[in-house]
């Protein structure tokens, strides 16, 4: 059952970037995969790979449909003082027991089943995900004749940096002509049960950093000041909340939000001798970096000052429906749910498969309590994901 193999999971302490040997575990779950295990900087991944009898490596990859399910098994820190093992602890807790460290309930690393939920750091994000397609695979290709090459790519950085993760491996893949064609990365995407929700792209993250240059001097003589909060004046009723589009039936529109302003010395009699203001876009595809500081040009000219703009990342939207369908498809029968296409939310390893062309959705279980103490997945919700994960497979192996 996919839930064994979830408490198994738990009991690794896997906080990024560790992988506490977790690896061995999962592929003794799928023995039959070929593997490419990478290390860099620390960060461990980890290929599996499985072709259809009668063809060749490069065959397989060159002629027929590859599908990925990707994932990462790192987790964010439980929080509030509770402990983190340095080794696998590799048993469990059938009851609450007293464990009163930062407001768990329990070991975050020792799984246990109460009231129809399994706890534990990462039931949710993501173990719980990965989980349900190994299950899935293993279901799968006992009762199937395999017609595509089927994958797994898992990382240990995806809560970190994600710069030696699922990008780096991609780049290993485009080198080995072994990019996936499909893929499903199993983030927590649900919000009320598993099924209404699946993620087909995600806004873009644009940071940016405007700094107004003014002369710093004496309130009493204003004249021989040039004050950087005069300078802006109502313009910042231009940038503040601005909608840089209007969105589309995929994304909502882009919004310059303000993080910070700051200037001066705080000082009642001294005015600002600069004025920094500091603000976030979740961009959609319409909006790019480019058409950002052409705006904020339009609306500061003629006033003194610096703009800075990072793309920490990028926009994407799977537009071929065949994937999203399939899957929908599966989440109806097994739900009976009309899951939502949707791109809310922050950023995934998605965005990393989009650019190399591989068509990618997110779906997984509920995300109600990712990344808080007493982190818990519904029993009922991995047992469904796992039949959808099944149901996905059967009809994208007959396309």
């Known amino acids: ?13 896997t906080v990024t970037p560790l992988e506490h040997n977790i690896y061995s575990y999962i592929r003794e779950l799928l023995p039959d995969f070929e593997a490419i295990s990478i290390e860099k900087n620390g960060v461990k991944n980890l290929f599996l790979y499985k072709i259809p009898q009668g063809y060749t490596e490069r065959q397989a990859f060159d002629k027929l449909l590859h599908f990925c399910f990707a994932g990462h098994i790192d987790v964010v820190p439980p929080g509030g003082g509770a402990d983190i093992p340095d080794y696998p602890l590799l048993e469990s807790s059938n009851t609450l027991d007293t464990y009163d460290k930062g407001g768990w309930i329990h070991n975050p690393f020792a799984p246990i089943i109460q009231d129809g939920y399994i706890y534990g750091r990462g039931t949710q994000d993501m173990k719980g995900g990965i989980a349900c397609f190994i299950k ?30 699922t990008r780096y491996m991609l780049e290993i893949l485009k080198d080995k002509k072994m990019i996936p064609t499909h893929s499903i990365v199993a983030e927590p995407t649900n919000i009320n049960s598993v099924g209404d929700t699946i993620k087909v792209g995600r806004r873009g993250s644009i940071n940016g950093v405007i700094t107004i240059q003014g002369k710093q001097g004496h309130v009493a003589y204003p004249e021989k000041c040039i004050n950087p909060v005069e300078l802006l004046g109502d313009r910042l009723g231009q940038i503040a909340g601005y909608n840089l589009d209007n969105g589309d ?49 339009s609306v500061l000219q003629n006033i003194p000052y610096n703009l800075s703009l990072n793309q920490s990342s990028k926009s994407f939207i799977t537009k071929d429906p065949t994937l999203a369908n399939v899957l929908k498809d599966s989440v109806k029968k097994i739900t009976n749910l009309n899951a939502e296409l949707s791109t809310s939310g922050g950023t995934s390893d998605a965005r990393f498969f989009s650019e190399y062309g591989t068509k990618v959705v997110e779906f997984g279980v509920c995300n109600d309590r990712i990344h808080a103490i007493n982190e ?24």
């Open 1 to 13: 059952m996919a839930i064994e193999i979830l408490k198994r999971m738990i009991q690794y302490p």
């Open 249 to 297: 039936e995929y994304f909502s529109s882009s919004k310059i939000v303000i993080t910070d302003i700051r200037g001066g010395i705080e000082a009642v009699n001294v005015t600002p001798n600069d004025l920094k203001i500091m603000f976030n876009v979740r961009n959609s595809t319409i909006t790019t970096i480019e058409s950002i500081r052409s705006y904020i040009d």
């Open 136 to 165: 899935s695979i293993q279901q799968f290709l006992q009762s199937n004749i395999l017609n595509f090459v089927i994958s797994v790519l898992l990382t240990s950085d995806e809560e970190g940096d994600g710069i030696y993760g």
């Open 376 to 399: 818990r997945v519904s029993i009922d919700d991995i047992e469904n994901l796992c039949k959808i994960f099944f149901d996905f497979l059967i009809n994208f192996n007959e396309l």
